[in-house]
């Protein structure tokens, strides 16, 4: 018996194919926000993020924590209309997961049904591993994230590396251990050193996702505007691999002194319709 229709089934990577990477072939992760960016990332990407980092990189907010459930939905459709091939995982942002399993559920569940993404990401202090075990076992694949927790930011006191003190290095191995016994499907670190990051991926069984977490994480993730060099300014572990910021601005200034010159529209641009 056919249990349901194949009918409109998109062939995505899946959570479990992920998991199923631990300690295999690395895991290629990078942000997206919007339809074109996705649509280009699709076929270089095991897994796209729908970061709440489109807070601070796309609607230019100073921290995550101004994010909300609506500002994901969008990006999330956005991205998910672009792409077709990787897994496309949801941020659930800050105030939307934190207080209760059923909250969380409530507020996931319309992010998956809103945006047809596949797995949604919570940021996963000690408090975490319940609501984990909630959305899994009501259908719902979640990423975590260990180590530096940006939404936590007004606590920590800033996005500086953690884990320097052991009692925090401990607590970083603690909770992805939590996290992934939960039954995540893989956790993202961040901002820890390289022998942290070595701990956390031996710690666990699912693959560790790193960002600012040295090579021996199983997979790596960036903030894409941040690799194709839109700010001057980036964080040490990033690296550029294009230069955006020069290449918009170089356009821009020809731009505007062509339109100066009215050497721009020409001939070329320009539309000749024939009267009757
Ligand atoms: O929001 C985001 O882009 C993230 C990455 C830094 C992993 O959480």
Redesign the pocket.
């Known amino acids: 018996m056919k249990l349901m229709s194949a009918q409109n089934f998109i062939s995505r990577i899946t959570a479990p194919q992920i998991t199923a990477r631990k300690g295999k072939e690395p895991i290629v992760c990078l942000?997206a926000y919007d339809a074109p960016t996705a649509a280009i990332l699709d076929e270089h990407c095991d897994l796209i993020?729908v970061?709440?980092?489109?807070g601070m990189v796309v609607h230019g907010l100073t921290t995550?924590v101004g994010v909300t459930l609506d500002m994901m939905i969008m990006h999330g459709q956005a991205v998910m209309r672009a792409s077709k091939r990787a897994l496309v995982v949801v941020?659930l942002p800050f105030g939307s997961y934190e207080d209760s399993p059923e909250t969380a559920f409530k507020n996931a569940s319309r992010v998956m049904m809103e945006t047809g993404c596949q797995a949604v990401?919570i940021e996963s202090g000690s408090y975490a591993a319940e609501t984990i075990a909630y959305l899994v076992e009501r259908g719902i694949p979640v990423m975590s994230?260990v180590g530096l927790r940006?939404q936590s930011m007004n606590v920590l006191g800033g996005f500086r590396a953690r884990g320097r003190r052991k009692e925090v290095a401990d607590e970083i191995v603690e909770n992805a251990i939590a996290a992934a016994e939960a039954g995540s499907f893989a956790v993202?670190v961040?901002g820890v050193s390289e022998v942290l990051a070595d701990k956390v991926t031996r710690a666990v069984s699912i693959p560790t996702?790193g960002?600012g977490a040295s090579a021996s994480c199983d997979g790596q993730?960036l903030?894409t505007p941040d690799m194709l060099g839109q700010f001057e300014r980036v964080p040490k572990f990033v690296k550029k691999y294009g230069d955006m910021k020069g290449l918009v601005e170089s356009a821009a200034k020809a731009y505007a002194d062509e339109v100066g010159a009215r050497s721009f529209p020409t001939e070329a641009n320009t539309y000749k319709f024939t009267k009757k």
Do not use: A, F, M, R
């Open positions: 942000t993020l970061g709440d980092s489109v995550t941020d990401k994230h940006p993202v961040e996702i960002i993730i903030v």
